[in-house]
């Protein structure tokens, strides 16, 4: 297992392509896609439409880990819950990649933005804005609302965007997602839920020529993976963890 298994209750790496244009609606075309993705992994045998008209194949649910791919109105995602190693969910995201522009026609100028992405999930029963403002702070302009008394925190979901280039078109996301509301903090009941850490670097727009869709997730992938580990790891996914362990 990856050393992110100890981490967290699950984590998960992700890729999505959202496309200017709508993608290919046809039913031929939308089967012979994931027909062809359940080639490469024959585990990925359910599939279904959502009500909303998305679709999804996936693995079972009940293995402790799950590959999945959807196809929306402009989006392409794939994703791999838990994955025995990082390139495995890779090597998954390569072949969708690599079979969009001729199954899907999507062009490497059909780019709106492409992401690699890696989701934490921690699970906790509790007031999960309160645990996320202790475990890692919030800024000295914020510090004296901390110290009201009585207060409770209700929300409170630290999000950043930083450019990684001068155009601006390569950026990288730390975005934390809370699950807990008003209703729950009054009464003082909490289920068990999860807080999730999401880190992405995402590239914005056409791709050059000469580029590939493929070859440009493997160089968000190597960014993705070298910022998480110099500044999210110790910085924000250890403090949370250690939070929730001694509660």
Sequence with gaps: MTAYTSLADDFYVNMNLNTEMALPAGRDTTLSFFERVRKKYSTMRNFYTRENGDHVLEEDKDQGHQRWVTLEPRRICSGFINPPDIDDAFEQHKLVLELVPYMLSVSSLDCEALDYMMGFDFNYRGNHDELVAEALGVSSALDGLMDIPGRQVLNYEPTMT????????????LMIETRTNAYQVRRGEYPEDHISVFFTVRQYGSLESDSSYEGTLAELK?????LLEKYVVEQVLRPLQLAISTK
Excluded: D, G, K
């Design 162 to 173: 930083i450019a990684l280039e001068e155009t601006c078109r390569r950026q990288a996301r």
């Design 222 to 226: 190597v960014q993705c993976e070298f």
